[in-house]
């Protein structure tokens, strides 16, 4: 069984930084799609970065574009976002995602394409 759980959400201010971690468990296929997905309260949850394990390749959403990093440690089946210049828009519950796939077209920013998610973990930057 595929469990997937996040960590590393909290409050910090305005510019600061935030790694959240994604730590999976039981997954057998390779490769795959690894989904960062944000809900705001109220907002349809909305995803901010993919990445394909085959190659390693990355797509961000335009909003955070050049402040967020997504990365794997294959070794310890770990998944990070690094999360720079943090913006009170980027307040919301973070969750991680993943679905089999067979290239990196399939990793797509549709909560819908995603099979398996974590728990989510809550990210705040106060106004």
């Known amino acids: 069984q595929v469990m997937l759980a996040e960590s590393g959400g909290d409050s910090v201010q305005a510019g600061g930084s935030l790694r959240l971690t994604c730590a999976a468990s039981?997954?057998?296929?390779?490769?795959?799609?690894v989904g960062w997905f944000r809900q705001a309260p109220g907002k349809p949850r909305e995803g901010v970065a993919t990445?394909?394990?085959?190659?390693?390749?990355?797509t961000y959403a335009d909003s955070v574009t050049g402040r967020f990093t997504v990365s794997r440690d294959s070794y310890n089946n770990m998944n990070y976002l690094n999360m720079t210049n943090l913006e009170p828009g980027d307040t919301a519950m973070y969750f991680c995602?993943?679905?089999?796939?067979?290239?990196?077209?399939?990793?797509?920013?549709?909560?819908?394409?995603?099979?398996?998610w974590g728990q989510g973990t809550q990210v705040t930057v106060p106004s």
């Open positions: 039981g997954y057998t296929y390779d490769p795959y799609c």
């Open positions: 990445l394909f394990t085959y190659d390693s390749k990355t």
């Open positions: 995602a993943a679905t089999e796939a067979g290239t990196s077209r399939n990793c797509s920013f549709v909560t819908y394409d995603y099979k398996y």
